[in-house]
């Protein structure tokens, strides 16, 4: 015989579980209705394994505001490069004030960097060092790829965002319309640029832009392996 106790305490945690799973099934249905899903195809597993693609998600949940105005956002863009093969672009906004290039490092630790160093250095909790490619260097790199898609007197801005869970302790930069920053920073300084130009792309052309761009982030998973492949060997 069960009490009314028993009873309370049961329906209870059937109805925990039960805010559990539409908890979850409203952030699944929230991101397979996402920009940053419907061009990617990752799903909603592999974004939560992997850091990378985490990093650009949290981006991109920061960014969608811009989209209420117009503007469009890619991801994981390949273009190609002057060796004949590609380059990866992060995430990409076509903004009425111009093109952000923004380059995702989703890394904890305290961050050293010089814009005019190859290499830059993570130092863990534990005091263990890593070293990366400049990012700085790599977004240029990105930048003078995707230029030749890009009219000339449109604005770039090279925009290098760390996850919130890093310190950047000494960066310094020298390039104009380049930004470091922490990704909880990121609005703030995109919101900077903005107030600050005068540019204003016409609706036509941003869609114009955007339906230049889009085919290249659609790559197949196998040459998306050989890219990373490629990375590997060249940086490490």
Not at 69 to 83: D, H, T
Request: hydrophobic share 35%; charged share 25%; net charge positive.
């Amino acid at each position: 015989m069960y009490s009314n106790t028993d009873y309370s305490i049961a329906f209870a945690g059937f109805f925990i579980v039960l805010l559990i799973i539409s908890f979850y099934q409203i952030k699944f249905y929230i991101y397979s209705n996402s920009t940053y899903y419907k061009i990617t195809h990752n799903s909603w597993s592999t974004v939560k394994k992997d850091l990378g693609k985490y990093g650009e998600y949290l981006i991109y949940k920061q960014l969608k505001k811009y989209e209420e105005s117009k503007a469009k956002l890619l991801f994981n863009i390949y273009v190609p490069n002057e060796l004949n093969t590609l380059t990866e672009i992060d995430v990409l906004m076509i903004h009425e004030k111009g093109i952000f290039v923004i380059e995702s490092k989703n890394y904890s630790g305290w961050i050293f960097g010089n814009e005019r160093d190859k290499k830059w250095t993570q130092v863990l909790a534990n005091g263990d060092k890593n070293y990366f490619f400049n990012p700085i260097l790599q977004n240029k790199i990105h930048i003078k790829c995707l230029s030749k898609y890009l009219p000339a007197d449109i604005p770039v801005y090279s925009i290098i965002v760390f996850s919130k869970r890093c310190t950047l302790k000494k960066i310094s930069i020298f390039s104009p319309n380049t930004s470091v920053m922490n990704r909880d920073d990121m609005i703030d300084e995109i919101e900077r640029y903005t107030e600050k130009d005068f540019t204003t792309i016409s609706h036509d052309k941003i869609e114009e832009l955007y339906k230049i761009l889009y085919p290249y982030t659609q790559l197949s998973e196998e040459e998306k392996v050989k890219h990373i492949e490629r990375i590997n060997q060249q940086y490490h």
